[in-house]
């Protein structure tokens, strides 16, 4: 990396536990912790909005110049803001994780929101996760990490999430939106999901968070 800037990027599909771990990890090595996937979901927020389906291309490519965002950090929690707007608090149901998926697609979108997190990414120590970091935004990261878990380890994760915000239980569907998800994230034609050569496997099936994050940390101790 140059001038260097530490690097880590954490890939893997929805609900493999990335976004937890990245944040204990970024606060253990007094990292900035950069949420890519809520970069998406911000995009997606604006254009459900504003009354743009997110599989309309063609006006989401004539409208995505209107979009200014900044990434703010207050007590080392990442906030999003879309136009001076913090839309932070309004990004997490699952109409906008799917939406994200869709729009995550568009080249267009993707290149604008690949340029935030590059310019990010080389003025300071960071942690990133999300599904193309190792592969293609950071390919040079100094550690690559890739997490996976069953569709059903990783539904049951998000239902309970979703159930201690007051959600009911809803396990089956969001099983079957999370292979759809896996799907749409793994054949899209640019950037899609995939591990990274140089990345390390870890299945979070059987492992407890500390467990994950201890693995990691072993690796960074060689940086």
Do not use: W
């Not at 994780?97 to 267009?108: E, F, G, R």
């Not at 293609?136 to 997490?147: C, D, G, M």
């Not at 939106?177 to 054949?187: P, S, V």
């Amino acid at each position: 990396m140059t001038n260097n800037v530490i690097n880590i990027a954490i890939d893997g599909p929805a609900g493999s536990g990335k976004s937890t771990v990245a944040k204990i990890l970024a606060n253990k090595m007094n990292l900035i912790y950069l949420d890519t996937g809520a970069m998406y979901r911000a995009i997606a927020y604006f254009f459900i909005k504003h009354g743009i389906q997110p599989n309309e291309n063609e006006k989401i490519n004539k409208k995505i110049d209107d979009i200014n965002m900044e990434i703010k950090y207050l007590d080392h929690t990442q906030f999003v803001y879309i136009n001076g707007v913090d839309v932070t608090g309004k990004i997490r149901t699952n109409e906008i994780s799917m939406a994200a998926s869709t729009i995550s697609k568009n080249l267009v979108v993707r290149k604008k929101l690949v340029t935030i997190q590059r310019e990010i990414a080389a003025k300071f120590n960071c942690v990133l996760d999300g599904r193309d970091i190792g592969s293609y935004v950071l390919p040079h990261a100094n550690i690559k990490i890739y997490l996976t878990a069953s569709p059903e380890i990783r539904a049951h994760r998000r239902n309970k999430e979703l159930m201690e915000s007051g959600a009911s239980d809803n396990f089956e569907t969001i099983l079957k939106e999370i292979i759809i998800r896996d799907h749409q994230d793994m054949t899209r034609e640019f950037a899609p999901l995939v591990r990274a050569e140089d990345a390390m496997l870890i299945d979070t099936s059987n492992l407890s968070i500390e467990e994950v994050v201890t693995k990691i940390e072993k690796l960074c101790a060689k940086l």
